[in-house]
């Protein structure tokens, strides 16, 4: 189904296109083709809406946190905002500090995608991104895809392609409250991260290339564990982002687990799985909305958790990290589910 959302204050409208299959339902807008509700069946048979996010489309716009959009040409941090590419250095525009995040200025969460197709399961979302945007070269063609699949799983596929050679990353920037989304802290959720290292990053959550061991550290999820237990550690990484702001080396390859994420109040247990090598868990440290939110909530630092699935952060000044190159002749495709049901008593 396809309604109106709002108008921008450029006078443009936004849709809202709303899926169905089995006993999930999920909205999503064609402005940075971005998740607004995900309405999930909690353990007495209630649907609670699990993603934070606005009732207007404008309220996207005028906050940053960058709630449910999708995220591209290159999610998460580049340092120094420029790579080598090609034998040149591709120069972007700094947006955090001398760094550049998630592409930087007018990023895709902003913009208006166009309508590819709908149906009562699934919408497909595209983007043209022109040769020079934001710094990044070749003309980028994007498509991204939500697809309930009747068992519990929400799908987005994402797929890309290029006329130059060019880098590629997307994720989507969804904040999880498993509770509800208006129901506080996300503290409480039980967490379980398929992964046996994470990157270390400076100060500046830039990676330096190494890989750090998760065991006998607070950052170690490889046994269920409250996501608060350890969040108030005197730990270097999570003193220097106030919190889990770190990225995940999942296991293995392929489609496959990578977390698990139960909300103890309403008993709904989330898995992520995802194609990619990394899963960035952000705790929301800086969450402050400056206009108003969803059902009149409040969110607050911490009241939603992130499972942003993504190649490393900042891979394209890392030769050793998984090459994220987009060649003319290959085109980029990464699918990322996450899979909803009751947790075990």
């Known amino acids: 189904m396809e309604k109106k959302f709002s108008n921008l204050h450029s006078g443009e409208e936004a849709c809202l296109y709303t899926i169905q299959n089995g006993g999930l339902t999920a909205k999503i807008t064609n402005l940075g083709a971005t998740l607004v509700q995900l309405w999930v069946p909690d353990a ?3 649907v609670q809406d699990v993603v934070l996010g606005y009732d207007d489309a404008q309220a996207y716009v005028d906050n940053d946190g960058f709630l449910g ?3 591209g040409r290159n999610a998460n941090r580049i340092a120094g905002s420029r790579f080598p590419l090609d034998g040149k250095i591709c120069v972007l525009t700094p947006n955090e500090g001398e760094n550049n995040l998630h592409s930087g200025p007018h990023p895709y969460n902003v913009r208006l995608w166009t ?10 979302l595209t ?3 022109p040769d020079g945007d934001q710094g990044f ?8 895809t939500y697809h309930l699949d009747g068992e519990g799983g929400l799908h987005i596929c994402y797929e890309g392609r290029s006329d130059r050679e060019t880098v590629f990353n997307m994720t989507n920037h969804s904040y999880f409250n498993l509770n509800g989304h208006a129901n506080g802290s996300a503290l409480g959720h039980r967490l379980t991260i398929d992964a046996d290292y994470y990157l270390e990053a400076d100060p500046y959550s830039i990676p330096t290339g190494r890989k750090l061991p998760v065991k006998g550290t607070p950052m170690d999820f490889t046994e269920e564990k409250t996501l608060g237990l350890d969040i108030g550690a005197d730990f270097t ?6 919190g889990y702001d770190q990225c995940y080396v999942i296991r293995d390859s ?3 687990h990578a977390a698990w994420a139960v909300g103890p109040e309403t008993g709904i247990r989330m898995e992520v799985l995802t194609t990619l090598p990394g899963m960035h868990l952000y705790t929301a440290n800086y969450l402050a909305p400056k206009t108003a939110c969803k059902d009149d909530a409040h969110y607050q630092a911490r009241d939603a958790v992130c499972f942003e699935t993504e190649d490393f952060p900042d891979a394209p000044n890392h030769p050793d990290f998984p090459d994220t190159t987009l060649l003319p002749d290959a085109p980029y495709s990464s699918t990322t589910i996450y899979r909803f049901d009751i947790a075990p008593m």
């Open 127 to 129: 983007l043209e991104s």
């Open 254 to 256: 392929g489609l496959r």
């Open 115 to 124: 309508l590819a197709n709908l149906e009562q399961d699934s919408v497909t």
């Open 69 to 71: 959009g999708t995220l």
């Open 237 to 242: 990484p999570l003193t220097d982002c106030c």
């Open 44 to 46: 007495s048979g209630t």
């Open 137 to 144: 070269p070749g003309t980028a063609h994007i498509r991204v």
